[in-house]
């Protein structure tokens, strides 16, 4: 009997041993075959796993080939193709969990976002059967997890409304593990993106004091990925270019104020398209050196910004520009983002910043100008700006600038300028060289009806800019600038600028102008600078158009009324010497002034000078009776005039209580004082144009004498004149 119950117990022993190993056999296959059929009630998802297997002597969990399906249970929302979880057994009987390692080889996710909803929204979703609370607190959970590693990841983001993808590849993260009663974590993350780029960091956390610590290392991340971003708030079509960084940031988990990032920033290749796709902007390479950005503190340090060869678009059309058209009126396609509370901890300073060295090279600025009926575009080019500290002068910047103007123009400035003041305090300088004036024809024709024959444009300023004060010495150099004659079209403004040209050129055709400006007053601020200078040069050719005699008369220091009109008598052909000499002072200005021609319009009240010439005639015949020299000046009193004519024609009697020049005309004779006045006028103006093409040399085609008094002319007097006009001519 003993032997029997022996054998028993010995048979038992082994059964239990083999059921329970046929039950640890079998025991992940059942929960794989469990967990696949019944997925789709446990986590509403369908799911299919290759295998999981469990090795009991070293504590692995092996499961492999696993995919979570999207909701129509046909498209992988998630994958990988191994998850290995390590466990160590002994610890377990110390109340401890040790994980000696986690890896997850080639993960593989899709998160596709609909508006405000993701594809994995349902999983996440909160369930609404309560759960009553634990208050009875317990010992904490004592874990070690060590070496976490996911390998060879793959993550896809699609953002469903706008159409665009991002995918993450060679995704690897590597945790060297985590303690329950550990203040500090560390992981290294590194992926590609499959449009083109890399990023690498690492990435440290204190939980004691809630600070983290972020060491990113950015390569070469392609910015066709925040293309459809971007164009949600600009109208664009296409943006490039690749961007490299090498940041520390450090922070508050609990805090967002408590930021603090420092590195270097690159970017290469960058081009901005408009709609059209015209490139708007576009540079080889932009370099920024951030020493410090401390949002607890409002602090802002730039190092340096390096900006290699930018070239911009500036086109002005129905009275906006490109730029401005460039801004959507409202953003549009902006996902929803929760609400972040405001950090009480921020500090209500202004915020502190530097100016950096900027360094612009081979710079290109495209001007172009659709408003105007005709086509205009400019090219400044080889473009240079450096702009940095003056390290003696607190606060104020030293600024230099040059540039190639439209291939044959130069234009050049420096200057500093004080920036806790800039709109108020700076010394500048601005030079431009050769500028070819046909450059800007377009304008010439829109506005004035001239179009630009020719001429070249030198100008210096020099200026000192102060609270409500300014000093500015200008000087405007122009030679050979010459425009052709008006266009029958309507413009916007009616100026004779041909006129003005030729008033201020001389000989050579240089018009040289000096121009000093000094102003105090509201107006006087940085923003107005150019067009207080421009106004006041600009007044000076308006000027020249519009008065050209006393421009003219201030130019040559001569009195303005001797260049106003040539005035004559009716007893003289020649002017007497104040005459004469406006006659010499006109000739010399012509001779000054090729681009001028002279118009001296011959003006008389025909009506007073015939009622004159009949009281000169009827005084001579007087004279003569009473054996006087006619020649002689003697006024002679109206009523012994006309007792003299009574007494010869005595049937004029009637007229005598009239008025005594109608008298006197008759007893002349008015068609004899007509053709009298006729001749005197063809002798004033034959000895005119003899004075100036004889005795004076000039040629005929520089002045006219012009017989017929305009009906804008209404002479008022009986002695005859010349009134004085300079117009555009000679060589224009």
């Not at 446990?42 to 295998?51: E, F, H, M, S, Y």
């Not at 420096?414 to 070819?436: H, V």
Request: net charge neutral; glycine share 6%.
């Amino acid at each position: 009997m003993k032997n029997k119950s022996f054998k028993k117990r010995h048979l038992i022993i082994p059964g239990i041993i083999l059921f329970i190993a046929i039950i640890l056999f079998a025991a992940p296959r059942i929960a794989k075959t469990y967990f696949v059929k019944h997925s789709q009630e446990l986590i509403g998802r369908k799911v299919a796993i290759g295998k999981i297997r469990i090795n009991y002597f070293t504590g692995t969990l092996r499961i492999t080939d696993l995919k979570l399906f999207e909701t129509d249970g046909a498209t992988a929302f998630a994958s990988f193709r191994q998850l290995k979880v390590n466990l160590d057994y002994l610890p377990l009987f110390r109340n401890e969990f040790v994980v000696r390692y986690i890896s997850l080889d080639d993960p593989y996710v899709q998160v596709l976002q609909d508006g405000s909803r993701f594809n994995f929204s349902d999983l996440i979703e909160a369930d609404s059967a309560t759960s009553e609370k634990d208050t009875i607190p317990g010992e904490p959970t004592k874990y070690i997890i060590n070496n976490i590693r996911i390998s060879r990841g793959f993550v896809k983001y699609q953002d469903i409304p706008l159409n665009h993808t991002i995918s993450l590849d060679s995704l690897d993260l590597q945790i060297p593990g985590f303690t329950w009663n550990s203040d500090t974590a560390n992981l290294d993350v590194g992926f590609n993106f499959v449009e083109g780029g890399g990023i690498r960091s690492g990435f440290s956390v204190n939980q004691a004091d809630s600070t983290y610590s972020i060491n990113l290392k950015i390569d070469s991340l392609n910015l066709e990925i925040i293309e459809p971003y971007v164009a949600g708030n600009l109208n664009i079509s296409d943006i490039k270019g690749y961007y490299s960084g090498d940041l520390m940031i450090k922070g508050s988990i609990t805090s967002v104020i408590q930021l603090f990032v420092k590195g270097e920033n690159h970017i290469s290749g960058f081009l901005l398209n408009d709609t059209l796709n015209r490139t708007i902007l576009s540079f080889s390479d932009l370099d920024i050196g951030l020493d410090t950005f401390d949002l607890s503190r409002s602090l802002l340090r730039i190092n340096n910004v390096k900006l290699k060869n930018p070239q911009v678009l500036f086109e002005l059309k129905d009275s906006v520009n490109n730029w401005t058209a460039l801004m959507k009126s409202s953003a549009t396609g902006q996902a929803d983002s929760p609400a972040q509370p405001a950090d009480t901890a921020a500090s209500g300073s202004e915020f502190s910043y530097n100016i950096p060295h900027v360094e612009l090279t081979g710079g290109t600025i495209l001007l172009s100008d659709k408003n105007l009926k005709y086509p205009f575009s400019y090219t400044i080019d080889s473009l240079k700006l450096d702009l940095s500290e003056i390290p003696e002068s607190k606060d104020r910047i030293a600024v230099k600038l040059s540039a190639l103007l439209n291939k044959t123009g130069t234009i050049s400035t420096e200057g500093s300028i004080n920036m806790a003041d800039p709109s108020n305090d700076l010394d500048i300088s601005l030079e431009i060289k050769q500028f070819r004036m046909a450059d800007v024809d377009a304008y010439f024709r829109h506005y004035f009806g001239f179009p630009v024959k020719g001429g070249l444009m030198n100008f210096s300023t020099a200026n000192t800019l102060r609270p409500r004060s300014l000093e500015s010495t200008n000087h405007i150099y122009f030679r050979r600038f010459n425009l052709d004659k008006k266009l029958p079209e309507k413009t916007d403004y009616n100026v004779p600028l041909r006129l003005a040209i030729g008033i201020l050129s001389d000989k050579d055709g240089i018009i040289d102008l000096k121009a000093p400006v000094k102003m105090k007053g509201d107006e006087v601020k940085i923003i107005n600078l150019g067009r207080i200078i421009f106004r006041v040069i600009g007044n000076l050719f308006v000027k020249a158009a519009l008065s050209p005699l006393n421009l003219i008369s201030q130019l040559q220091g001569v009195d303005e009324e001797s260049l106003k009109q040539i005035q004559l008598d009716l007893t003289n052909e020649s002017p007497d010497g104040k005459g004469l000499k406006s006659l010499d002072i006109l000739s010399d200005i012509l001779n000054k002034k090729p681009l001028l021609n002279l118009d001296l319009i011959y003006c008389i009240n025909r009506e007073k000078a015939i009622d004159s010439l009949g009281y000169i005639y009827t005084r001579n015949d007087f004279l003569r009776s009473t054996g006087t020299n006619v020649s002689s000046d003697k006024k002679i009193s109206d009523s012994i005039l006309v007792r003299f004519v009574l007494g010869r024609n005595p049937a004029d009697s009637s007229l005598a209580s009239g008025n005594a020049g109608v008298l006197f005309v008759k007893y002349a004779g008015t068609e004899k004082l007509n053709v009298r006045l006729d001749s005197l006028m063809k002798r004033q103006t034959g000895f005119i144009i003899n004075y100036l093409g004889a005795e004076r040399a000039l040629p005929s085609n520089r002045f006219r004498i012009i017989e017929t008094t305009p009906d804008s002319i209404r002479p008022v007097s009986a002695a005859p004149s010349f009134r004085i006009y300079l117009t555009e001519g000679g060589g224009q």
